[in-house]
């Protein structure tokens, strides 16, 4: 099927199987920032915004995504500038391997526009459903704290 | 990507009529509604192929009113975060909100949906316990009309439901909730995030004094299906809260329930905690 999405503020078509992975066809459109971890929804690397809303794109079919508005890591950046929470994460130390890092920003995305000015809980929640080997989370959630410093 | 795609298809019919049409022409086919349990099932290669009608045109099954009668009405489709920030729930369905911010993270709790934790039948599932709890009865939908069923009796077996072929699940009603009902909803897990449960519990109770005058218990992940705690409730409802009882109760849990050995946990432990969390209900909670 040919669905009409918005991706990252541009009107096109997607085209696959209604069921394939939101994720797979995003990757085979070149947006290779959304990463696949774990393929069932545990780990979140795969997580883009669907009118603003985080989900993981390894479980919402392309059927879903007609006529939505997508945004993926490449989206978050304009085309010089990193938008303050990647800021937040290269300065305080919230990336390091980097795979779960688009989740992480896309997952931190949608909490600071719904909690501008969040608490270490509410931090905490959002980022729940996203994985992260390497860190130990404590400078994640310092990023997070860090771009919501940087947002005000 | 594992699974063959070419063995399935999946149509998002225009409305909701459409949609029970679908079902009702194509024999086997299934309802999709968020997906966040079938993509796991496809991807790992075990969804069963064929045809599958999603409802993402269907808005009347999502979102909560609160009928004039009281009580509230949930859309099959209202997913966990609609739950979540629901002003709706307040009023006396707490813990509603609370099994829906337990399940999964903010990702899953935006695409899952109520129905789909329903009529995805599994027993470590958090919502069913509670709807339980409430006493919920649930609206089937087919093309051939609509029928209301007591939730407590929709479960009929390991992934067997009370439903027909071409039915769906399409809304869920709780009834109003009476004066003086105390709650009490723990979700037990390997860690507080994400986890699927080792065992979930939903109870209300409503006292008069030390003497208990109704209650309504219901366990995830001790049973087959989501399992209301008939015998426990029975050696509780006209009786004096105390130790005896209390002991009588718990007595009758744990020989009703059949908990299994598995990856998450074991049906030792399963028991253990069961006991442990009627326990605190009775107690903690019940005691006020």
Do not use: I, Q
């Given at each position: 099927m040919r669905v009409a999405v918005t991706l990252n503020g541009r009107p096109l078509w997607l085209d696959g199987h209604p069921m394939a992975r939101l994720l797979d066809v995003l990757r085979a459109s070149g947006m290779t920032g959304t990463k696949e971890g774990c393929g069932e929804g545990e780990c979140g690397a795969c997580a883009v915004l669907l009118d603003g809303r985080l989900v993981n794109s390894c479980l919402t079919p392309l059927a879903h995504a007609e006529g939505m508005s997508i945004t993926t890591i490449e989206g978050v950046a304009t085309e010089s500038t990193l938008h303050a929470i990647q800021s937040a994460f290269l300065e305080c130390g919230g990336a390091q391997c980097g795979i779960c890092t688009p989740g992480m920003v896309l997952a931190a995305y949608e909490l600071l526009w719904r909690h501008p000015d969040p608490t270490e809980d509410q931090i905490r929640i959002a980022l729940a459903g996203n994985l992260c080997r390497?860190?130990?989370?404590m400078r994640i959630f310092a990023s997070v704290l860090e771009a919501a410093r940087k947002l005000r | 990507m594992t699974a063959s795609l070419a063995n399935y298809e999946l149509v998002t019919p225009d409305s909701l009529a459409e949609v029970l049409d679908d079902l009702a022409a194509h024999p086997g086919a299934r309802p999709f509604a968020g997906g966040t349990d079938l993509m796991v099932v496809l991807e790992a290669g075990h969804l069963p192929a064929g045809r599958y009608v999603s409802m993402a045109n269907c808005p009347q099954l999502r979102g909560m009113e609160r009928p004039v009668a009281g009580g509230l009405v949930i859309g099959a489709l209202t997913t966990f975060t609609e739950i979540r920030e629901s002003e709706a729930i307040d009023a006396g369905f707490g813990m509603l909100k609370q099994a829906a911010s337990d399940t999964g993270g903010v990702a899953t709790q935006n695409r899952g949906t109520i129905g789909g934790n329903i009529a995805n039948a599994s027993p470590a599932a958090d919502t069913p316990p509670v709807l339980i709890a409430y006493d919920a009865a649930l609206e089937l939908l087919s093309s051939a009309g609509s029928r209301r069923v007591p939730y407590a009796a929709f479960h009929r077996g390991y992934k067997e439901m009370d439903l027909q072929p071409g039915e769906i699940v399409a809304r869920i009603l709780l009834p109003a909730r009476g004066v003086g009902w105390r709650d009490h909803f723990r979700k037990v897990g390997t860690r507080r995030a994400q986890a699927i449960s080792k065992v979930c519990f939903a109870g209300s109770i409503l006292m008069d004094g030390a003497r208990i005058l109704d209650v309504r218990i219901a366990l995830g992940s001790v049973a087959p299906t989501v399992v209301r705690a008939t015998a426990a409730e029975a050696a509780l409802r006209g009786r004096t809260l105390d130790a005896q009882t209390v002991a009588a109760a718990i007595d009758a849990l744990t020989s009703a329930i059949a908990p299994i050995d598995d990856i998450r946990s074991t049906a030792r432990y399963r028991t253990r905690v069961a006991a442990n969390l009627l326990r605190e209900f009775l107690t903690q909670r019940a005691a006020g």
């Open positions: 390497c860190t130990g989370y | -």
